[in-house]
Structures are given as structure tokens and as C-alpha cells.
């Protein structure tokens, strides 16, 4: 396979309901969509869903757009290439980056299974053909307002509630949707906002009456000590997100009793190639996994929806309907969810169709990197730099 032109297409659409973690809060989205093209005229599409700021990660939109056209299309433009698990071995010169990443990575998924007539889940081994799906509720203004939206999205029949916590949000709202919901599966997750004061180590122990399915992320990425403590001290399984960029990270947590779940985002780890090592490695080592996610559009969302029919994903994913999200998903027929339950597509590739349409109406900007005419490179990447870009805005 050979890839002949690669492009960046910047795409705003607003959320139906803005989005409040305990670092930002957001109404609309700006995501990067990367198109592949090979030599048969066949596309491949994956999503770069970073934050435009740095809160989650190091990365932005803007400098993943900078990874993605300087380094990332430049080395699988008219490379050639046999199965996408090789596609991260063409850019392995770059350190970190891995939302960029993970769009192109993801990119050349959707383009192989769909040239050889496949499924993406079956090409990255799933054997599901339905996934749970759970919601992740952000930081509301009022206790109210957030027993409102639990209350909508149990009566949308989701299984289960992610509600983000941050010091002073905590134990009061997780008392009272508890109080409102006894028998509804909770999690929480704190994107990494508490300490380890002896007061911010009391409320998260505190935590354990709840009887919640996880806590997330409760203390800094970097800080995989202070997760394998309060993993020692409480029932509740302790989950790590920000923490596993790498498979390296995951050994590190691993061999830390660093937690006993383990979010999987496509996007945090660089692509379904490193996605679908981590669950082998999570799965041998018997913790259990579930795709998290990034508010991604309909082509990242495809993507993750695929990922999470791997057997190790036994646990609801972030990964719920479109429309939770978006009024209008850039891909055909969106992604939806009865009961929470979100069936796995058997055509080829993604299984959706990209609304091109839709993306030129919402674009911001795009930049195009094509092949020469015949030249192709076999094996080592190119030296650092655009081949021939062309942008517009
Ligand atoms: O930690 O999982 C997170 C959104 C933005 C930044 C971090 C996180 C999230 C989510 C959203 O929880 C999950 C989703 O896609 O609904
Ligand atoms: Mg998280």
C-alpha cells in the first residue's frame, strides 16, 4: 500500500451541552480530521481530538497541527507499507505527540480495512458486536443541574455515570446523586486535581462508602506512587487515564500496583496500534479496561467504538451516542446507542460514511501534502520537513 496524499481538515462544531472538567469548560470543539489516500483512489480517515489547550495533556490543537503537517503526513506520504501496525514505526523519531499521532495511526486503520473488505473492529481483533456504553457528566453549576442530567441520561437508559470531581466538588454531589440513584453503577474521575494533603487523602478515601464502580485519575499523570497508596487503602478500584501515555507507563503501573483499571483512549496513546498493545498487556496482567474517550466527532468516535469490541473491554465505555454531543455528527448514519447499547458495524472499515460535505461547512482550515508522481520510498522515514505542502484557508 502506498500512500499518495495525506491531508489536515481543522473542523469547529458546538456541543449541545457544554462540557465543565475540574481544568476547563468548553462549548464548541475544534478537532483535526486527517484524510489518507492510496494509490487506488481508496480514503482512510482518523481524528485528532486534542483539547485546544494544554490541561489535559501537553499537547493543543495548534501543536498537533504543527507534529501532524511538519513530521507525521511527510513520513507516510508515499511510504509503502503492508499493515498499519507498522504505520507509528515511520514516525518513531518523534517523542511524545500522541493525539497527532494517533489521527494518522488511526487514519491508516479505517484506510486498510476498508481496501481489504473488513471491519476495522475485526482487523484490530474484536469479537464483540455490541459494546456498553456509559456517559461522562461534566462539573455543573448546581447540585440540580447535575442530578438533571443524570436523571436524562438513565432515562436515555445508560448503565452507568461518570461524574468528574474536583476539590470542593465532591463528596456532596457524589452523596447526592448516590442518595438519588442506590442502584446506578457511578464512577468518578479527577483528571488528576487532588494533592495528597491529608485532608484531599481523607475525601478520596472517603469515597469508598459510595460503593462506586472506579475512582479516575485522582492525583498528577506523573504520580503513580501516590495511586498505588490509595489503591492500597480503599475497596474502590483506583483507574489511571492520564497517567498511561505509553505501554512503558503501563508496565511502570503495573509493577506499582498503580491501580486495577485502566482507561484506554485511542487518542492519549497514540493511535489503535499502542491502543490495542495496551489491552494485550492490561488483559495478561488480569486488570480490567474500558475506552475512554475525547468528545470525539463521528470518525474518532467509529474508531473507538471499533477498539472497545476487543474482549478485554469488559467494563461501559465513555463512548456514547453522537448526539450526546453533537446536533450533527460528520459521519453517516451517526454513532447511536439503544439502552446504552451501541452496536458494533460489520461493513468495511470504519463503517460509516464521512460526510464531506458537512466538513468542508465547518472547516477552519486544511493543508494537502501529495506524493511525487512515481518515486516510492521503501523503509526509512524521510528526513524532517514537509514534502510539498499546500495550504488554504
Ligand atoms: O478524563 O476522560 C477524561 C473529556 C475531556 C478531557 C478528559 C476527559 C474527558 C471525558 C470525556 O471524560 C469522555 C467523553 O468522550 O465523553
Ligand atoms: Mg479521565
Redesign the pocket.
Given at each position: 500500500m502506498r500512500i499518495v496524499e495525506a491531508s489536515l481538515h481543522l473542523v469547529r462544531l458546538p456541543l449541545v451541552h457544554a462540557?465543565q472538567?475540574s481544568s476547563h469548560r468548553k462549548t464548541h470543539l475544534d478537532h483535526i480530521l486527517v484524510r489518507l489516500v492510496e494509490e487506488s483512489g481508496a480514503e482512510g480517515w482518523g481524528e485528532i481530538a486534542s483539547?485546544s489547550d494544554p490541561f489535559?495533556c501537553p499537547e493543543t490543537t495548534e501543536t498537533c497541527w504543527h507534529i501532524a503537517e511538519r513530521y507525521l503526513l511527510p513520513s507516510v506520504v508515499d511510504a509503502v507499507w503492508e499493515h498499519p501496525a507498522e504505520l507509528p514505526r515511520l514516525w518513531r523519531k518523534v517523542r511524545g505527540n500522541r493525539f497527532a499521532m494517533a489521527g494518522v495511526d488511526a487514519a491508516g486503520w479505517a484506510l486498510w480495512s476498508e481496501t481489504r473488505g473488513v471491519p476495522l473492529a475485526k482487523a484490530l481483533g474484536g469479537t464483540r458486536s455490541e459494546v456498553v456504553a456509559g456517559?461522562?457528566l461534566g462539573i455543573e453549576p448546581t447540585y440540580d443541574a447535575l442530578l438533571d442530567q443524570v436523571r436524562r441520561q438513565v432515562d436515555a437508559g445508560y448503565p452507568r455515570v461518570?461524574l468528574k470531581i474536583a476539590p470542593g466538588w465532591d463528596t456532596e454531589p457524589v452523596r447526592l446523586v448516590r442518595e438519588a440513584f442506590p442502584d446506578l453503577a457511578i464512577h468518578v474521575?479527577a483528571?488528576g486535581a487532588y494533592g495528597e494533603t491529608a485532608e484531599e487523602l481523607a475525601v478520596l478515601r472517603g469515597l469508598d462508602d459510595f460503593g462506586l464502580l472506579m475512582i479516575e485519575?485522582p492525583f498528577a499523570p506523573r504520580n503513580l506512587v501516590a495511586h498505588a497508596a490509595l489503591q492500597r487503602g480503599v475497596r474502590t478500584p483506583v483507574c489511571l487515564?492520564e497517567s498511561v501515555d505509553t505501554i512503558d507507563d503501563l508496565r511502570t503501573a503495573l509493577a506499582l500496583g498503580a491501580g486495577r483499571v485502566l482507561?484506554i483512549k485511542v487518542s492519549r496513546m497514540g493511535g489503535l496500534t499502542a491502543a490495542v498493545a495496551a489491552h494485550d498487556l492490561a488483559r495478561e496482567h488480569g486488570v480490567d479496561v474500558w475506552c475512554?474517550?475525547?468528545?470525539?466527532f463521528g470518525i474518532g468516535r467509529a474508531a473507538n467504538v471499533a477498539l472497545s469490541s476487543l474482549p478485554g473491554f469488559t467494563l461501559p465505555s465513555?463512548?456514547?451516542a453522537s448526539a450526546k454531543y453533537y446536533a450533527r455528527d460528520v459521519v453517516q448514519p451517526e454513532v447511536v446507542a439503544d439502552q446504552g447499547v451501541v452496536r458494533v458495524p460489520d461493513g468495511p472499515g470504519l463503517g460509516h460514511t464521512v460526510d464531506a460535505a458537512f466538513i468542508g461547512e465547518n472547516r477552519l482550515k486544511e493543508t494537502t501534502i501529495t506524493a511525487p508522481a512515481t518515486s516510492a520510498r521503501r523503509g526509512s522515514p524521510p528526513a524532517a520537513g514537509p514534502a510539498t505542502a499546500g495550504s488554504a484557508a
Open positions: 462540557f472538567t483539547p489535559y456517559v461522562s461518570k474521575d483528571n485519575q487515564d482507561n475512554g474517550g475525547m468528545h470525539e465513555d463512548v456514547s
